[in-house]
């Protein structure tokens, strides 16, 4: 296969790069969700004791802000960890790095940064048009 060739997947080799790259945010994200579950079980277990009325309403009003930011993140996180599997599967499957709308590879630099990404640039900016 000469360079000039237009390539339409990445090497296995390549694929055991990404993949470690993937495994490791994987680590990285569920520790960081654990984290966060552990934070919102910790704000619902607080604030049992009963004090001044008023400010307990603006204590709870602040806990209730937390809590649902917290959420979100989780969320957030978990929904990443998804993503970062899918991505997985793919490696798997051999078809990891090809763009779903362009069926081109998307270039490396793209993937280290955004490795659950199933789109090329070209394809992420049309769609934002």
């Known amino acids: ?3 000039k060739a237009e390539r339409t997947r990445y090497s296995d080799a390549e694929l ?3 993949e470690e790259l993937i495994l490791s945010k994987i680590e990285k ?3 960081e969700l654990k984290i966060l579950k552990e934070s919102l079980s910790r704000s619902s277990d607080s604030g049992t004791d ?4 008023s400010s307990k309403v603006l204590e709870d009003g602040a806990d209730t802000a937390e ?4 959420n979100q993140l989780a969320a957030r996180q978990q929904k990443f960890i998804n993503n970062l599997e899918s991505a997985l599967v793919r490696i798997k499957n051999r078809t990891y790095g090809i763009c779903r709308v362009t069926g081109k590879l998307i270039s490396k630099e793209r993937l280290m940064a955004v490795p659950h990404t199933t789109l ?3 394809a992420k900016l049309n769609e934002n048009q």
Do not use: C, G, V
């Open 1 to 3: 296969m000469s360079e």
């Open 120 to 122: 090329s640039i070209e």
């Open 67 to 70: 809590k649902e930011n917290l």
């Open 29 to 31: 994200a569920e520790n």
């Open 16 to 18: 055991k790069e990404f």
């Open 50 to 53: 009963a004090t001044a009325s």
